[in-house]
């Protein structure tokens, strides 16, 4: 139990291009997903934090209108990285909370983005 | 102000031996304590929660808690090179309602 997907697994773009990436809790409904980070050799970077139905909570210095959430329902969440540049290749990974169970966070796979 | 604190290591052990990972938190009122295992490149894994003082032992792998030293532990025994990765050790408080994480304690296993 308590499987969490992401999609794509791995995307290269172009600068200045946007692109989503697709969170999913398979079999729990999570009231809370969180996106996360990570740059090489780095520690994990929470960078928001989403509850269904309302507005994401942003991490101090992470731009909202560069990253775009959506947590349109208890078993998806959405982020899209919009006008991209390299400096945004990173290793991105989500987690979700089951209902009832604030204190758990269970990870999806991870999607790695290379901006070209 | 929530920490979470975890030597960055890396901690080398043999195979065979009993790997030892520590954490310190300093929100005295912490209630879940939590300890994944991330592969390099990979995500994070949950391996291990421990809710109240003491032990709790899952296979090859005991979480340590002790509140009142607002310490945290994981120990390895029988390490195996499998088990090289980066050790997250994660803190959760209902007042701040997060799950705060450390950096990460890398460990490596030698054959």
């Known amino acids: 139990g308590a499987v969490v997907s992401q999609h794509p697994s791995w995307v290269i773009c172009k600068s200045g291009t946007s692109v989503k990436i697709e969170c999913r809790s398979l079999d729990f409904q999570a009231t809370t997903m969180f996106w996360y980070r990570q740059f090489p050799k780095q520690s994990l970077m929470l960078m928001a934090t989403s509850n269904e139905g309302s507005k994401a909570t942003y991490e101090q210095g992470v731009e909202k209108d560069k990253f775009l959430i959506n947590h349109a329902s208890l078993t998806l969440s959405t982020l899209t990285v919009t006008s991209a540049h390299p400096e945004d290749s990173s290793f991105y990974i989500c987690?979700?909370?089951?209902?009832?169970?604030?204190?758990?966070?269970?990870f999806g796979p991870g999607t790695r983005l290379t901006v070209t | 102000q929530k920490e979470v604190e975890q030597n960055s290591g890396p901690l080398s052990v043999p195979e065979g031996a009993i790997a030892s990972l520590n954490c310190t938190y300093s929100d005295r009122g912490s209630q879940s304590f939590f300890w994944y295992r991330q592969y390099s490149g990979k995500s994070p894994e949950l391996i291990m929660s421990?809710?109240?003082?003491g032990d709790k032992e899952d296979g090859r792998f005991t979480a340590q808690l002790n509140k009142a030293s607002q310490y945290v532990s994981l120990l390895i025994r029988d390490s195996q090179p499998s088990d090289s990765a980066t050790y997250l050790c994660?803190?959760?408080?209902?007042?701040?309602?997060?799950?705060?994480f450390g950096k990460g304690t890398m460990l490596l296993v030698s054959p």
């Open positions: 421990i809710y109240s003082n």
């Open positions: 994660a803190v959760y408080s209902s007042g701040y309602s997060t799950l705060t």
């Open positions: 987690s979700a909370s089951p209902r009832g169970e604030p204190d758990e966070q269970y």
